[in-house]
């Protein structure tokens, strides 16, 4: 599934050392289906060359308002025509301040005046200071008010040696954020708590007790949720997954760390997934020292107790959000599924067969609610879990803001 398919970009590149990272950003988005047209300012060249950036988009990189290669010699005009969006990246401070005042005195900063309803994205990049400095920060509220979007900056150690925000974000976040620009913002406005991954239960220091949950369905419907709009949550079990971008990732380990954490937050969320494959028991007498193994003694008596039943607990909640559960079964799913939407007391749960969704990249579900069941196709996670969303979003009431 290519993510910008169709898509065409027009990528500004304006002065600065984080150039040589849009290198990666054009490579990966032309993986994901996007065509690039890029244009450089003059003080762009100095830090990358239009060579480079021509190799990587496989189309003629442009500098020169009176470029002849145009048969109009109208770049910033034709270049803008039909365009999905416009990215600026990295975004000077002195680019932004031209961007503010509609200044157009280069072939990028004219285009951007003439763009009409292209829609312009701007990622940031400066030494602290300077993305600190008054006038800067006066600059990008008179462009949100000109809906300009900025997709960072970051925090972190800079070129310069400093350590501040003003960094520019890396460049699979700036791909991430652009892929989530293009989704349907159908989740604006709430705020989502998801949990994923397993739960691991503790025998001894060195043991436990988890199951084979992989946690990529939770974490594709958490970077769904973001695209979709929504302030996202993420309580994590054990997992080697990289956190979604922009979402903000809780880890825990086992059930009981997990409940705290969705306690803590799930009144002030709108909407609760839980996604985790939640342990029913934890092991009560765990041990404070490595159990050692003896050849002759027997194996050790392990004595378990009942976990909080989360989602059940979030969903009696007076005032609570509202709540979405799932269900893994390995036979007979509809009776199994329902049966468990009914005793959880949750108005949609989602269900799979577990043996064809583990560790997989590919997942079918099957929404479970009282008007009945429908299934949806088999397709990668990160699809289905924007289908997920969207159904999500037809459901959920109104007054849930």
């Known amino acids: 599934m290519l993510e910008l398919a169709n898509k065409r970009i027009v990528l500004g590149l304006t002065g600065g050392i984080a150039c040589y990272k849009i290198a990666e950003f054009v490579r990966r988005a032309i993986e994901q289906g996007a065509t690039i047209d890029v244009v450089m300012t003059e003080a762009a060249t100095h830090f990358i060359t239009p060579v480079t950036m021509q190799a990587l988009s496989g189309r003629p990189v442009y500098i020169d308002a009176w470029d002849a290669r145009m048969p109009n010699n109208m770049a910033h005009i034709n270049l803008t025509r039909g365009a999905d969006a416009i990215v600026i990246a990295p975004a000077s401070t002195d680019f932004l301040a031209k961007l503010a005042h509609g200044m157009a005195d280069d072939l990028l900063s004219t285009l951007c005046v003439a763009r009409g309803n292209c ?234 067969i577990a043996q064809l969704v583990m560790d997989a990249d590919v997942t079918q579900m099957v929404l479970f609610e009282d008007s009945g069941k429908t299934a949806l196709p088999p397709q990668p996670k990160m699809q289905a879990a924007r289908a997920l969303i969207a159904a999500i979003a037809e459901r959920i009431p109104r007054n849930t803001l």
């Open 119 to 352: 829609p312009l994205l701007a990622v940031p990049a400066m030494n602290r200071e300077m993305w600190l400095n008054p006038a800067t920060q006066r600059n990008k509220v008179l462009l949100e008010q000109d809906g300009v979007i900025f997709f960072g900056p970051a925090e972190g150690e800079q070129a310069c040696g400093e350590v501040g925000s003003g960094r520019m974000i890396e460049p699979d976040q700036i791909l991430a954020d652009l892929i989530a620009f293009f989704q349907p913002k159908v989740l604006a406005g709430h705020q989502v708590l998801v949990t994923a991954g397993p739960t691991s239960e503790r025998i001894d220091p060195v043991r436990v007790i988890t199951n084979r949950s992989s946690g990529k369905t939770g974490y594709a419907i958490a970077r769904a949720a973001r695209e979709a709009g929504a302030g996202v949550i993420l309580v994590s079990g054990p997992t080697a997954l990289p956190p979604p971008h922009g979402v903000q990732r809780i880890s825990v380990e086992s059930a009981r760390q997990m409940h705290d954490v969705v306690m803590q937050y799930a009144r002030s969320s709108s909407l609760f997934i839980s996604v985790a494959a939640v342990a029913d028991w934890y092991v009560a007498n765990a041990s404070d020292q490595k159990v050692k193994k003896m050849t002759d003694q027997a194996a050790p008596q392990l004595e378990f107790a009942p976990n909080p039943d989360i989602l059940a607990e979030v969903a009696a909640m007076k005032g609570g959000p509202w709540c979405v559960g799932f269900a893994a079964e390995t036979e007979k799913l509809d009776e199994h599924a329902e049966s468990k939407r009914r005793r959880k007391g949750v108005p949609l749960l989602v269900g799979n």
